[in-house]
């Protein structure tokens, strides 16, 4: 089992940046992709970005993409999400999430494990 907490999150204003960490526990031993998703109110979960293992390769969705880097740290068992010229449009809930493989994934299909989700706020 592997249990994921984000944290970061909070309310800026149009153009602000922010940076999400999202932290791993407990069997992190195994190999992972690690990615992002938000959730808007009254919209449905999407994807934000993706990284493999080793870090070399990352995917972004169209939205953010030049605004927004994932990173991460295995030595911390920590995965980031640098969100910078934020929008309005960027505010919901964003979580973190893990699939065992190598596989950057882009969809919410076989992911093994979820965050618990922090909320962002861009306000005009």
């Known amino acids: 089992q592997v249990q994921l907490v984000e944290s970061g999150g909070g309310l800026v204003q149009a153009g602000d940046s922010l940076r999400l960490s999202c932290t791993a526990s407990?069997?992190?031993?195994?190999?992972?992709?690690m990615g992002w998703f938000r959730q808007a109110p009254g919209k449905e979960r999407e994807f934000v970005a993706a990284?493999?293992?080793?870090?070399?390769?990352?995917r972004y969705a169209d939205s953010v993409k030049g605004r927004f880097t994932i990173s991460r740290d295995n030595a911390k068992n920590t995965v980031y999400l640098q969100m910078n010229s934020l929008k309005p449009e960027d505010t919901a809930v964003y979580y973190c999430?893990?699939?065992?493989?190598?596989?950057?994934?882009?969809?919410?299909?076989?992911?093994?494990?979820w965050g618990q989700g922090t909320q962002v706020t861009v306000s005009s």
């Open positions: 407990g069997r992190t031993s195994s190999r992972c992709v």
């Open positions: 990284i493999n293992w080793s870090g070399g390769s990352t």
């Open positions: 999430a893990a699939k065992y493989g190598v596989v950057l994934f882009t969809t919410q299909n076989g992911l093994d494990y």
